[in-house]
T-cell receptor, first 113, second 114 residues
Framework: EAQVTQNPRYLITVTGKKLTVTCSQN?????MSWYRQDPGLGLRQIYY???????DKGDVPEGYKVSRKEKRNFPLILESPSPNQTSLYFC????????????FGSGTQLSVL | DAKTTQPPSMDCAEGRAANLPCNHS???????VYWYRQIHSQGPQYIIH???NNETNEMASLIITEDRKSSTLILPHATLRDTAVYYC???????????????FGKGTHLIIQP
């Protein structure tokens, strides 16, 4: 089944403790992206990747890192999480950037205490 | 400024057609109209998209007015599982601030009543 898989689904952590949210897609998509969703603010893009080894900042990249060493994986790294990064995170992928439709993962609810 | 305007909420009876309107009066010639939906905290799900012709797929129909300033998403036989927030998005192929150019507004919360 074609899908975008995120892990974990729920994560509670403390301020400053490094964490990684994994994202994997099995559709051989070139384009991948991370979003966060907060009440009243909608979905905001954090980082995106046009292809392997090519990443760029979205609208809210501060406090996040990403890497794209393989086509299928696009992990989101929080080196030193802070409470304002408590949010619902979504990974997405598409065949290419542009007008292709995006496939989203099920989301990761992160709480930073 | 928001590119699209949608009603915040709508009700529809189960089994009836749900018609969700969207205004996008400032749409430019190369921008597509996309519809996604999000069922309670799940990842958004693509529904349909179009440029200027009406489109239909297994999920829905998209009717775009001739002047392209508004559109309507039609779910022909709504079920309880169609209860979700529906987002109308105007998207150019390559826009700044992120290659996919997807800007999700507040959408329409569609509630299907049994």
């Amino acid at each position: 089944e074609a899908q975008v898989t995120q892990n974990p689904r729920y994560l509670i952590t403390v301020t400053g403790k490094k964490l990684t949210v994994t994202c994997s897609q099995n559709m051989n998509h070139e384009y991948m992206s991370w979003y966060r969703q907060d009440p009243g603010l909608g979905l905001r893009q954090i980082y995106y990747s046009m292809n392997v080894e090519v990443t760029d900042k979205g609208d809210v990249p501060e406090g996040y890192k990403v890497s794209r060493k393989e086509k299928r994986n696009f992990p989101l790294i929080l080196e030193s999480p802070s409470p304002n990064q408590t949010s619902l995170y979504f990974c997405a992928s598409s065949l290419s950037a542009g007008v292709e439709k995006l496939f989203f993962g099920s989301g990761t609810q992160l709480s930073v205490l | 400024d928001a590119k699209t305007t949608q009603p915040p909420s709508m009700d529809c009876a189960e089994g009836r057609a749900a018609n969700l309107p969207c205004n996008h009066s400032t749409i430019s010639g190369n921008e597509y109209v996309y519809w996604y939906r999000q069922i309670h905290s799940q990842g958004p799900q693509y529904i349909i998209h179009g440029l200027k012709n009406n489109e239909t797929n297994e999920m829905a129909s998209l009717i775009i007015t001739e002047d392209r300033k508004s559109s309507t998403l039609i779910l022909p036989h709504a079920t309880l599982r169609d209860t979700a927030v529906y987002y109308c998005i105007v998207r150019s192929p390559y826009s700044g601030g992120g290659a996919d150019g997807l800007t999700f507004g507040k959408g329409t919360h569609l509630i299907i009543q049994p």
